[in-house]
């Protein structure tokens, strides 16, 4: 008997939009400023690169400024500033992109 995979129940809560956007960052354990770029956005979190120097680990406060999101679905989002913990650093594309893949949860979601 063969069995097929059925389609993948979506376990995110909100939808995602693509959004490449240059951002601040404040990053509570180090008490300094670092730049990212946003890869894509929901109201509940999001996922940016950071430059390979930044000491992100899982479970790090920062605090985001995103004024001039463009997707109005997102809320309040633009108000600024938006707290957030870092739940996943992804250092597989380093080699490639000089970059981290660092996930966020908003502290609002």
Do not use: C, W
């Amino acid at each position: 008997m063969q069995m097929t995979a059925g389609p993948e129940k979506e376990r995110r809560r909100y939808p995602r939009f693509p959004l490449a956007m240059g951002v601040q960052f404040y990053h509570g354990p180090t008490q300094r400023e670092f730049p990212g770029q946003t890869v894509d956005i929901s109201k509940g979190g999001a996922l940016m690169h950071v430059p390979a120097t930044v000491p992100v680990r899982v479970g790090q406060p920062i605090r985001m400024n995103m004024a001039g999101i463009p997707h109005p679905e997102l809320g309040d989002l633009h108000r600024n500033p938006i707290d957030a913990t870092i739940v996943r650093v992804d250092r597989s594309s380093f080699v490639a992109t000089s970059h981290l893949a660092v996930g966020l949860r908003f502290a609002q979601a």
